[in-house]
T-cell receptor, first 116, second 114 residues
Framework: GAVVSQHPSRVICKSGTSVKIECRSL??????MFWYRQFPKQSLMLMAT?????????EQGVEKDKFLINHASLTLSTLTVTSAHPEDSSFYIC????????????FGSGTRLTVV | AQTVTQSQPEMSVQEAETVTLSCTYD???????LFWYKQPPSRQMILVIR??????QNATENRFSVNFQKAAKSFSLKISDSQLGDAAMYFC???????????FGTGTRLQVTL
């Protein structure tokens, strides 16, 4: 089945630094990828939709200069949290849409970001 | 805007028993898809079952089945013969036929007891 690899699974960074999270579709080409943020015991909140070769579409209230998304190839999207602050600490999940089937939303295993 | 509501923050079921998780949604679209996802402690999202709105027949996947009531905009998940491994957060999700993004409900935490 479709597999999405998300890396790193955990990262701790200092306040003010930037962190990059990678999301790769391993066995299919994903023209569309999604980035979610999940707070403890809460639902997944869509941050942005990433389309290969074009600018990401951000949800209302998400700072695009803060959360930089790059979808440079059909198998890789990256989320960079710039100038991270403790309030950016969260669980980030990516998802890739497999165009081969209608329910083809495959999720990465998530990244726990802790900003100290 | 489409919304998905899960009114049960937590549910508990005994092993081998049956439990039903509720989900309602609000939409003006006629073409859409509904999903149930499971998120175990590992945090990996796993598709449990999906339903196309144009299909009247309720979807079934082994011990998991749905009760899709289109007029009432209700999409409940029934888990039969509950197992310890079913313990997880369950999220109901919706997407329109044309859009690609999913809208998730707030989730229901399911506990399975011996």
């Amino acid at each position: 089945g479709a597999v999405v690899s998300q890396h790193p699974s955990r990262v701790i960074c200092k306040s003010g630094t930037s962190v990059k999270i990678e999301c790769r579709s391993l066995d299919f080409q994903a023209t569309t990828m999604f980035w979610y943020r999940q707070f403890p015991k809460q639902s997944l909140m869509l941050m942005a939709t990433s389309n290969e070769g074009s600018k990401a579409t951000y949800e209302q209230g998400v700072e695009k200069d803060k959360f930089l998304i790059n979808h440079a190839s059909l198998t890789l999207s990256t989320l960079t949290v710039t100038s991270a602050h403790p309030e950016d600490s969260s669980f980030y999940i990516c998802s890739a849409r497999d165009p081969r089937n209608a329910d083809g939303y495959t999720f990465g295993s998530g990244t726990r970001l802790t900003v100290v | 805007a489409q919304t998905v509501t899960q009114s049960q923050p937590e549910m508990s079921v005994q092993e081998a028993e049956t439990v039903t998780l509720s989900c309602t949604y609000d939409t003006s679209e006629s073409d859409y898809y509904l999903f149930w996802y499971k998120q175990p402690p590992s945090r990996q999202m796993i598709l449990v079952i999906r339903q196309e709105a144009y299909k009247q027949q309720n979807a079934t996947e082994n011990r998991f089945s749905v009760n899709f009531q289109k007029a009432a905009k209700s999409f409940s998940l029934k888990i039969s013969d509950s197992q310890l491994g079913d313990a997880a957060m369950y999220f109901c999700a919706y997407k329109t036929g044309t859009a690609s993004k999913l809208t998730f409900g707030t989730g229901t935490r399911l506990q399975v007891t011996l």
